[in-house]
């Protein structure tokens, strides 16, 4: 008794968890907020993340209710946002907070971290605003306050546009930021001052069609360093075990789970083998030696249906946040807009494709061959430039269906179309992702007024950037 006695001054001491710590360093909150932000895009587990389906690169065997657009059966825009203020935002901002504190660390390696944290919380905001239009923001993320307003998205969209900047302004690039913390460019800060810019034009082109002087200043202002190669992808890996592991492999790969719930759909396939695209053998596996597409919004027998290929399927295959393929699309159509970039549209358009093909696998002669038919060349395939990039780009954002669904809804290609089902005429391919109903019951007030400011709390309102 006396030993035990000596060993604490009171006995609060022995409710003490010795094997938990008491706090969590900046660079740990960094690397999980990191991973919750990389896995709400990336996972295809359908109470989260629907979009592949929306833009009809994969569709369903049985469960019908996710390619028709069904987001009330199931908590998804819940999940989506549960995740992003609660796992990645306010662990973004604490470790923001935890760096601003720490005495050890230099003011030039601080200011890269912050720098790390703010270009992630843009892009984590950005993802909120463009999924859901008015969000909480202002009052977001307050202990304080449980009933937030929510903010205008526009004004909002102003505002990270301005955070993105000054994160920029901070970067040393010749010191480190978070090193082991930092899973993607492990504390490159050249890198990441690519990823911003990268980041700021492809958020500046998608005000482009509402506000074109902000898109222009914006996306000239950082198109000059912006990825130049795959080599500066923002691409986090992920392990071979869970719960680290890629998040598609989580629902499809026979190592953690025997449920066949999706295969591709034939209009992205009918799409690549009318163009004889080499990146069919990366995207799908093949059914007696064929690509075949799955009828999208119908029910479809797993083994007749080419379904996803197993290197997207690895535990340890990664997840792009950004790529040098997109930026280059990106570009092309700066030029098109006439906005102060280098290069032409095509030079831009024909190196988009040939990124997308060798960051796939595919070879120089490959895609010198796909270039050169007339439905692919930029001179002679069909359309305007909006269809020209955003067929190619739909193409070359398989396994992003985040970024695919806010690329087609900004460009209005490829011409998807609901599935046509007998008796129903009202399917609309999603605008946005409704409010969370948990927003209804818990703080009714201002979602109503959400609801009404952005023209009604419904799937197929667009969004304030998406012109009609």
């Not at 307050?142 to 526009?154: F, K, Q, R, T, V």
């Amino acid at each position: 008794m006396i030993l035990m006695a000596s060993c604490v001054d009171n006995l609060e001491d022995y409710n003490v968890d010795q094997k938990s710590a008491e706090e969590v360093p900046p660079a740990t909150l960094f690397t999980g907020a990191v991973k919750e932000l990389t896995d709400v895009v990336t996972t295809p587990d359908v109470n989260v993340n629907n979009f592949r389906f929306y833009v009809q690169h994969w569709t369903t065997t049985q469960y019908l209710d996710e390619p028709r657009y069904n987001m009330t059966t199931r908590l998804i825009p819940q999940n989506i946002w549960q995740a992003l203020y609660r796992d990645v935002l306010a662990d973004l901002g604490e470790s923001k907070r935890l760096v601003e504190a720490d005495e050890f660390t230099s003011d030039v390696v601080k200011g890269n971290q912050i720098a790390q944290i703010e270009i992630m919380e843009v892009y984590a905001w950005s993802v909120l605003l463009n999924t859901f239009g008015d969000v909480p923001y202002s009052e977001a993320l307050n202990a304080e306050n449980s009933l937030p307003s929510y903010d205008d998205a526009e004004t909002v969209y102003s505002q990270i546009l301005t955070s993105l900047d000054a994160a920029l302004n901070r970067i040393d690039p010749d010191e480190i930021g978070f090193d082991e913390g930092d899973i993607i460019y492990e504390g490159d800060m050249d890198m990441w001052e690519k990823f911003g810019n990268s980041l700021k034009l492809k958020l500046g082109m998608v005000i482009a069609d509402v506000n074109p002087s902000l898109a222009q200043s914006t996306v000239e202002a950082a198109a000059t360093n912006v990825f130049t190669d795959n080599m500066y992808n923002g691409a986090f890996p992920y392990l071979s075990a869970p719960p680290n592991n890629n998040p598609v492999s989580e629902e499809i790969n026979p190592l953690f789970t025997s449920r066949q719930d999706y295969v591709v759909a034939n209009t992205l396939v009918d799409a690549m083998n009318e163009l004889n695209d080499p990146r069919r053998t990366f995207y799908f596996t093949q059914v007696d030696g064929e690509f075949i597409g799955g009828i999208y919004g119908f029910s479809n027998s797993y083994s007749d249906f080419s379904t996803i290929n197993p290197t997207v399927t690895d535990p340890t295959f990664e997840a792009l946040l950004l790529d040098y393929s997109e930026v280059r699309f990106l570009l092309a159509e700066a030029v098109e807009r006439g906005y102060n970039v280098a290069g032409t549209a095509e030079e831009h358009y024909n190196e988009a494709i040939a990124a997308s093909i060798a960051y796939w696998g595919g070879t120089e002669e490959q895609t010198n061959t796909y270039l050169a038919q007339p439905q692919v060349n930029y001179s002679s395939a069909s359309g305007d430039w909006r269809d020209k990039i955003g067929n190619q780009k739909w193409i070359a954002l398989y396994n992003r269906g985040y970024d695919a669904w806010l690329e087609w809804r900004r460009l209005d290609a490829p011409d998807l179309q609901p599935p046509a089902i007998e008796g129903t005429s009202d399917l609309v391919i999603p605008k946005r992702v409704i409010y969370p109903i948990n927003e209804q019951t818990l703080n009714g007030t201002n979602r109503s007024a959400a609801g009404d400011a952005i023209g009604g709390d419904s799937s197929d309102t667009y969004l304030w950037w998406d012109i009609e």
